[in-house]
């Protein structure tokens, strides 16, 4: 079974400073794990992910997290942030070799203040 | 591609009728997943297949719900009879064979009256 925690449900951040979104997860199995972007009345579109290998991952728009299995999290960073970027954003986890659905947080909204 | 498809994109219906939700995945995915989002319990599988064949439909809340996949390139998810508690997003990803990122649909946002 797994389970994912997202700390904050909102996040207000100056625009051009850092962006951390939280994210702990818990898995009875080697994980895969996501960070999904959702903007208003749309779908989630997939920002990065890890699966195996280099714990550090890199995604679109400028965004990376990095894998720490001793904490198990999977915080999202961004240095800069940018008006663009405020949206719901949601960490997943898989199992299964990520074959299986995917188990979401309760998602972060992110607030970009001018 | 065309992305996932869903339809309609925005059903409003009474309590008590019959709703059906479409999806058609990516061509050449095999994997289809239904998931449901609302305020109180965010975003949940409900159901998912592999091959067209449903392999874990533990999250369908309860036996109103149903959902079929008859080939590779279509999915229904079916609400019989609804409830004003059924009102939420209802979203449909595929993925293809070995790929672990699945990609979603823009959602079929559903008001039960």
């Known amino acids: 079974a797994q389970s994912v925690t997202q700390l904050g449900s909102h996040v207000s951040v100056s625009e051009g400073a850092l962006v951390l979104l939280r994210c702990n997860y818990s898995?009875?199995?080697?994980?895969?794990l996501f960070w999904y972007v959702q903007y208003p009345n749309q779908g989630l579109q997939l920002l990065l992910k890890y699966t195996t290998g280099a714990t550090l991952v890199k995604g679109i728009n400028g965004f990376e997290a990095e894998f720490k299995k001793s904490e198990t999290s999977f915080h999202l960073t961004k240095p800069s942030a940018h008006m663009s970027d405020a949206a719901e954003y949601f960490c997943?986890?898989?199992?299964?070799?990520?074959?299986?659905?995917?188990?979401f947080g309760k998602g972060t909204h992110l607030i970009i203040q001018p | 591609d065309a992305g996932v498809i869903q339809s309609p994109r925005h059903e409003v219906t009474e309590m008590g009728q019959e709703v059906t939700l479409r999806c058609k995945p990516i061509s050449g995915h095999n994997s289809l997943f239904w998931y449901r989002q609302t305020m109180m319990r965010g975003l949940e599988l409900l159901i998912y297949f592999n091959n067209n064949v449903p392999i874990d439909d533990s999250g369908m809340p309860e036996d109103r719900f149903s959902a079929k996949m008859p080939n590779a390139s279509f999915s229904t998810l079916k609400i019989q009879p609804s409830e004003p508690r059924d009102s939420a997003v209802y979203f449909c990803?595929?993925?293809?064979?070995?790929?672990?990122?699945?990609?979603f649909g823009p959602g079929t946002r559903l008001l039960v009256l």
């Open positions: 997943a986890v898989s199992g299964g070799g990520g074959a299986d659905g995917l188990t």
């Open positions: 990803a595929s993925s293809g064979t070995g790929q672990e990122t699945q990609y």
């Open positions: 898995s009875s199995v080697p994980p895969y």
